[in-house]
Structures are given as structure tokens and as C-alpha cells.
């Protein structure tokens, strides 16, 4: 239970702690993008040093990418029950071991274990969860602006590792890259202890914003001791799949995956090579793409505002599956204006699906929106994940990666004929609430259940000899 023995003040420093709450976070969050950054540009590395193929290689990214996915519905409420700062060290923990013990890897099986679950429960741990924590408890005034900005951190963290990294494997080995991202994620650790608290209130301020008490801390009232937060993510996830909609929007973003994180992301620097480039070359090419994807957002959330949401995605989604059927002709040994114009394409469109999709899991799902929306980017690392693995068994089968950008292209179509397909208000009698009742009913009926098997133990006959 928590409670506070802090005083409450109403009345914030010149620098409110929570400005220094959102830096540490945006540290955090660039420090795990490194080894986001980092299998992209030690595919060839891997495979020139162990021999293995690059579908055993994609492999151990498939899981990585699978593990973030799954672990980012489930993240607030780890956070809810264990604190913010002790699932941050933990998710730390295991990036910095993970990456740290590839260096003395032999097999490739230790890749998929380290690579694949170790990272990728950790970076799972500091995904939307970890952003909309932050933001639900220490802003109340510029929420949103601050929500874009550490959404970005994964794109800044791109843009800083990207072309370092690459240089690294190339001059030094790619073990140096390895151990780059090791201390990197290590070093966040000590700010994490030191600055980060759990709430306002543990250090005796509302959040920013606010006036009165924070709203954010529970009370001994509402704090249930089973922790029915633990189980609203399946709750939700159980209500909103009986409707069309959470459907169309799960095909489209798991189409999205593929053909950003588990394609581009992953694919792209290989991809180039394979064409001559340098891989440094092309690495600085994918963080100009984490560069433009910042401000694609922005714009995209401004659009989304005026535009209605499923007309930009089905729009987003159709220029994107014209330029990946444009792109195998496009790569070479150097980059070339039409490129050029390609990459920047691209960045600008890579995750300009993102608000327009939380946008719609608000219109149609009310209050449960957020967690639904964890549920369909769920959908998008399965989609990056099997893209992953697929592209490269294309690559070792085949020799290019021609039928994997020419059909992640097309897929691209199929996600933009979904997305006009999804009505920009509920329809009939489906209200907002609807699956947000229907997850309650079901934490409900669960805690009544808990609550009879514990009143029959209580009166169940214990008798002694």
C-alpha cells in the first residue's frame, strides 16, 4: 500500500521535479534504443565472424521484437505494483547483461537467448507503459507535448547510436559496438536511482500543473490489495476483440511492424551492403529515417486533429507500400538522389501511423483506449517479428531482398484498405464505454470470485490433534 508522509505543497519550485523526471526518462529511453539500433549493423558481422545465416540471425531480433511487444501491455501494471524505479533498474539489469554477455557468446543459440528475451523483456519494460506512467503521473499541463518528446526517444536514440555503432563494428569489431550499448544503458542506472521517483507526492508535490492533492496517488481506499491491475490488460484485451474494429486496426498495425522495425530497421543496412555500400554509409542513412520520423509525428498529430484518423492511416499506409515496391531498384553502392528522397520519404512516414491509431483506439474504446492500443502495437511487433525472421530466410533462399520489400509493399495495400474501413465514430449501439465496461464487469466478476474462495477458507473446520 502506499502512502505518504511527505507534506503536500501546491506550490512547485522554480524547476519542477518533474522536468527533471522527464529527463532522466528521456535518457532511459535513449540508452535502450541502442541496442535497438545495434542488430541492424551487426548482421553481417555475425555472419562473417560465426557463419551463421542470416535467418538464424533474424531469428533471435524475431524474438526480441515479439518479447517487447507482449511485455508493453503489461508494463503499467508492473510498474503499478513493483514502482516505476524498480522495473527500470530490473529492465536495465537485464539490457546490460544481455548485451554485455554477446561478447562472449559461441552459439547461436546464446544469441536468441541474450539478443531475444533477455533484451527484449527489458526494452518491452520501458516501452508506451513506461511513457504514459510517466506522463499520467507527473504532468497534468503539457502532457501531451512531453508524451511526443519521450515517444522520440527511440528515434533519437537511433540517430545516436546508428552511425557510431557502425563505425565501431567496422574499425574496432562489433564486439566494441556490443559493449557500447552495455555501458550506455549501465551508466543510466545510477540517475535512475537517484533522480526518478514513483510519484509527486513521494517528494511532497503535486504534478506539474496540478493544483491540490495529486490525483495520480492512490489512496488506502481505492488500493486493492489482489491488484486487479495485473489482470485489466487480458480483461481489456478479451472485450475489444469481439469487435470489428480492434480487428482492423490490429491487421494494419501488425502490417505496419513488418515494414518498419522488422524490415527497414533490421533489413535495410544488409540490404545495402549486399549492393556495395558501406555499412556506415548506410547506417547514417536509417538514422537520418530516425531523424525525419520525429518530425513526421508531430506532424501527424497535428494532421490528426484536422483530418479524419482513418483517412490518414489508410493514405500513410498506401505511400508506404508504393515506395517499398520502388525500393530494390533504388538501392546501390552510393547514395543517389533518388535515394535520398526515399529515405526521407520514408522517415517522415515511419511512425506517422502512430496517432491517428491512438486516436481511434480512444474514439472507439473510451477510457480502455490506451490499453487497447497496447494491445494493437502487441499486434505490431508480432508483424515486425515474423518480418524479421522472413526476410531473412528470403535473403538466404533467394540471394536479395527483392520478394521481401515487394511483398511487404503490397501488405502495406492490404493495411490501407483497412484502415478506410474503420468508421470514425463507433457505430450503432457500440458506445466508447462499451469494452471499458465490459473489462470491468469482467475484473468484477474475477474479484468476486477471489473474494468467495477466500471467505470459504475462512469458514472452512480446522480441527487439531
Given at each position: 500500500?502506499?502512502?505518504?508522509?511527505?507534506?503536500?505543497?501546491?506550490?512547485?519550485?522554480?524547476?519542477?521535479?518533474?522536468?527533471?523526471?522527464?529527463?532522466?526518462?528521456?535518457?532511459?529511453?535513449?540508452?535502450?534504443?541502442?541496442f535497438g539500433a545495434t542488430p541492424g549493423v551487426l548482421v553481417t558481422p555475425l555472419q562473417e565472424?560465426?557463419?551463421?545465416?542470416?535467418?538464424?540471425?533474424?531469428?533471435?531480433?524475431?524474438?526480441?521484437?515479439?518479447?517487447?511487444?507482449?511485455?508493453?501491455?503489461?508494463?503499467?501494471?508492473?510498474?503499478?505494483?513493483?514502482?516505476?524505479?524498480?522495473?527500470?533498474?530490473?529492465?536495465?539489469t537485464l539490457i546490460v547483461v544481455g548485451s554485455g554477455l554477446t561478447t562472449v557468446m559461441t552459439a547461436s543459440w546464446q544469441l536468441v537467448l541474450l539478443w531475444g528475451v533477455l533484451v527484449g523483456l527489458g526494452t518491452g519494460a520501458?516501452?508506451?507503459?513506461?511513457?504514459?506512467?510517466?506522463?499520467?503521473?507527473?504532468?497534468?499541463?503539457?502532457?501531451?507535448?512531453?508524451?511526443?518528446?519521450?515517444?522520440?526517444?527511440?528515434?533519437?536514440?537511433?540517430?545516436?547510436?546508428?552511425?557510431?555503432?557502425?563505425?565501431l563494428a567496422v574499425g574496432s569489431g562489433w564486439r566494441s559496438a556490443s559493449w557500447t550499448v552495455t555501458i550506455a544503458a549501465l551508466a543510466v542506472v545510477p540517475?535512475?536511482?537517484?533522480?526518478?521517483?514513483?510519484?509527486?507526492?513521494?517528494?511532497?508535490?503535486?504534478?506539474?500543473?496540478?493544483?491540490?492533492?495529486?490525483?495520480?496517488?492512490?489512496?488506502?481506499?481505492?488500493?486493492?490489495?489482489?491488484?486487479?491491475?495485473?489482470?485489466?490488460?487480458?480483461?481489456?484485451?478479451?472485450?475489444?476483440?469481439?469487435t470489428r474494429v480492434f480487428w482492423l486496426l490490429a491487421v494494419g498495425f501488425a502490417i505496419c511492424g513488418m515494414s518498419t522495425n522488422g524490415l527497414i530497421q533490421i533489413h535495410l543496412i544488409p540490404a545495402a551492403h549486399d549492393h556495395g555500400m558501406s555499412e556506415?554509409?548506410?547506417?547514417?542513412?536509417?538514422?537520418?529515417?530516425?531523424?525525419?520520423d520525429v518530425i513526421g509525428t508531430v506532424a501527424s498529430g497535428w494532421l490528426t486533429d484536422r483530418v479524419p484518423a482513418a483517412l490518414l492511416l489508410g493514405l500513410y499506409y498506401a505511400l508506404r507500400g508504393g515506395s517499398l515496391l520502388l525500393l530494390p531498384s533504388l538501392l546501390a553502392a552510393e547514395p543517389h538522389p533518388s535515394l535520398l528522397i526515399f529515405i526521407v520519404f520514408y522517415g517522415l512516414d515511419w511512425v506517422a501511423t502512430v496517432p491517428p491509431t491512438i486516436a481511434l483506439c480512444r474514439t472507439h474504446f473510451g477510457t480502455a483506449g490506451p490499453i487497447v492500443f497496447g494491445w494493437v502495437f502487441a499486434c505490431h511487433q508480432?508483424?515486425?517479428?515474423?518480418?524479421a525472421t522472413a526476410a531473412g530466410v528470403i535473403r538466404d533462399d533467394l540471394g536479395s531482398y527483392t520478394v521481401a520489400f515487394t511483398g511487404a509493399g503490397l501488405l502495406c495495400f492490404l493495411a490501407a484498405a483497412a484502415s478506410i474501413r474503420i468508421p470514425n465514430r463507433p457505430a450503432g449501439d457500440q458506445t466508447r464505454e462499451q469494452v471499458t465496461d465490459r473489462a470491468r464487469e469482467q475484473d468484477e466478476a474475477s474479484d468476486r470470485g477471489q473474494d468467495r474462495d477466500q471467505d470459504r477458507g475462512e469458514r472452512s473446520p480446522v480441527t487439531s490433534r
Open positions: 500500500m502506499h502512502t505518504s508522509t511527505a507534506p503536500m505543497s501546491t506550490r512547485p519550485p522554480r524547476l519542477h521535479r518533474a522536468w527533471l523526471v522527464a529527463g532522466v526518462s528521456l535518457l532511459t529511453l535513449v540508452a535502450a534504443a541502442g565472424e560465426f557463419g551463421w545465416s542470416r535467418s538464424t540471425i533474424s531469428l533471435a531480433i524475431s524474438v526480441n521484437l515479439l518479447l517487447y511487444g507482449l511485455t508493453a501491455p503489461f508494463a503499467a501494471a508492473l510498474m503499478e505494483r513493483f514502482g516505476i524505479r524498480r522495473v527500470l533498474v530490473g529492465a536495465l520501458m516501452a508506451l507503459g513506461f511513457v504514459a506512467t510517466i506522463t499520467g503521473r507527473w504532468f497534468v499541463r503539457h502532457r501531451g507535448l512531453v508524451t511526443g518528446v519521450l515517444t522520440s526517444g527511440g528515434a533519437t536514440g537511433r540517430l545516436v547510436f546508428l552511425p557510431v555503432l557502425a563505425t540517475l535512475v536511482v537517484v533522480f526518478l521517483r514513483d510519484r509527486p507526492s513521494d517528494v511532497g508535490l503535486a504534478p506539474y500543473g496540478a493544483t491540490g492533492e495529486d490525483p495520480s496517488a492512490p489512496s488506502a481506499a481505492s488500493e486493492p490489495t489482489a491488484h486487479p491491475a495485473a489482470g485489466r490488460a487480458p480483461a481489456t484485451l478479451s472485450a475489444a476483440a469481439r556506415p554509409v548506410a547506417a547514417s542513412l536509417l538514422a537520418l529515417v530516425g531523424v525525419l508480432i508483424g515486425a517479428a515474423i518480418a
